[in-house]
């Protein structure tokens, strides 16, 4: 079976409700021979809820602001040094279900930190990737008209104590760790193309830079 194209773009640092419009845009106007893409970037500090997000898991925002998405899940922090991947996927190109997107989101996190030698692990009672019983990635998806947009939060170094004024995905109590946490030395840029390369390879897609006459979204 062909690989099918996904574009990859590198966008930096964007504000997230700019970025989540620009989600929605892209997946409304596609037709079926719109190549799916992979962003990547980073968020300046934000809480974002879930379409079912409990106020009373965000506990004390302080300063940073909260928005309500349209992601799957609850509460979970964006910020610097936070790797970002937002997967616009043709679903049923991937061959696989939500569930089984879910699951090579997770195991292609899992791997990178195996090839550093770190253990990993994910739970079905609550999706992402936990070494021990710290979570080191979140993972959140829409699917609208058969594609999917949102994706996987992963901390390559991040501040972390934002994460303490809310309950991490829902979940009280819930300790965050990062890469550089685990003694993990990687930059966002190798991070977010190790996770790329475990992830395409998974579902069978051919990663692309943008045309040349394209400029990134922003």
Same mark, same amino acid.
């Given at each position: 079976m062909k690989p099918q194209p996904v574009i990859v773009r590198h966008l930096g640092l964007q504000e997230y409700q700019a970025t989540w419009r620009a989600m929605r845009d892209f997946t409304d106007a596609r037709t079926p021979g719109t190549p799916s893409e992979i962003w990547l970037l980073e968020h300046p500090p934000v809480f974002t809820q879930g379409q079912a997000g409990r106020a009373e898991h965000v506990l004390d925002p302080g300063d940073i602001p909260v928005i309500q998405s349209d992601r799957g899940g609850q509460v979970t922090y964006h910020g610097p040094g936070q790797l970002v991947l937002y997967l616009l996927l043709d679903l049923k190109a991937t061959g696989r279900g939500i569930r089984g997107l879910v699951t090579s989101m997770e195991e292609s996190v899992i791997g990178l930190l195996a +090839?550093? *030698? =770190?253990? @990993?692990? @994910?739970? !079905? +009672? !609550?999706? *992402? =990737?936990?070494v021990e019983e710290k979570k080191v990635a979140a993972l959140g998806l829409r699917v609208r008209r058969g594609y999917t947009y949102h994706g996987l939060a992963l901390n390559v170094d991040p501040d972390l104590e934002p994460f303490s004024r809310i309950d991490p995905c829902g979940h009280p109590g819930q300790v965050v760790t990062s890469l550089a946490e685990l003694g993990i030395d990687l930059s966002l840029a190798e991070a977010g193309r190790r996770v790329v390369a475990r992830l395409a390879a998974d579902l069978g897609l051919e990663t692309m830079p943008p045309l040349p006459q394209e400029t990134d979204r922003s």
């Open positions: +090839d550093e *030698g =770190v253990q @990993a692990h @994910a739970r !079905a +009672d !609550a999706p *992402g =990737v936990y």
